[in-house]
């Protein structure tokens, strides 16, 4: 798990994990379980599309809620919308990449589209930031202090462009490699790995004006040091 997941622990919906012997062999059986209802799903069959979603309705509700950060009332809405895209869209799926890859790119398009629109509506309620319903129970010190970390945490996550943002929730938060990610935004690798080093720098320097989040600068810091051979330079994203 990456430095910020560690950090974050309890507080971001985890990624699900299991034992490194059998991960593989359940990783494959999940490919060929997903090949075969897509093709179901190409012939029409409802049931195989039902199961779609039961299979992979908590891993696109993780990545919208991380990309939405935190704001949980939308989370359910863009859920619905991202399976109704692939509803319609299922017949067009080649098979050219995994269907979990393509599924994450179709997310990571409606998520961006739902961000754009929300910017152009007017907000008519504010509502203070920490707000808590009064008839919530008191929290624990400890969760009320992760739930303090991961919206300092969104906050910052704000303030980054949103090619760099997309790029270090998918890496950092979600574990995907870069060569998926590269799939999953339509950019090639190298351009990937750019946006998720300038990501980690920009990040690493506002951690360090959250007393909160302090501690996790250094290891974002390391992490987008450049690891290059000599003569070799990292370019600046600029996008």
Known sequence: MQAVALALEHSWPPVATSPSASRQTLR???LALDEELVARCQEGDTVAFR???????SDVARLVQRMLSGR???VEDV???VFLQVHRSIK?????????TWLYRVTVNVVLMHRRAAKSRPVLVEQPEGHMPEDHDPLPDEQVARRTRVAAFGRLLERISEKKRTVFILHELEGMPAAEIAEVVGAPVL??????????KELADMLRE???LAALADS?????????KRGSRVREERT
């Open 28 to 30: 494959n059986l999940r």
């Open 51 to 57: 199961e779609l979603f039961r299979l992979h309705r």
């Open 72 to 74: 949980t009332s939308d």
């Open 79 to 81: 859920v619905q919308e």
């Open 92 to 100: 067009d799926f080649r098979g050219q990449a995994r269907f979990s």
């Open 191 to 200: 351009t990937v790995r750019t946006r998720l080093f300038y990501a980690r």
């Open 210 to 212: 959250e007393p909160s």
């Open 220 to 228: 974002l810091d390391s992490d987008a040091r450049p690891r290059r």
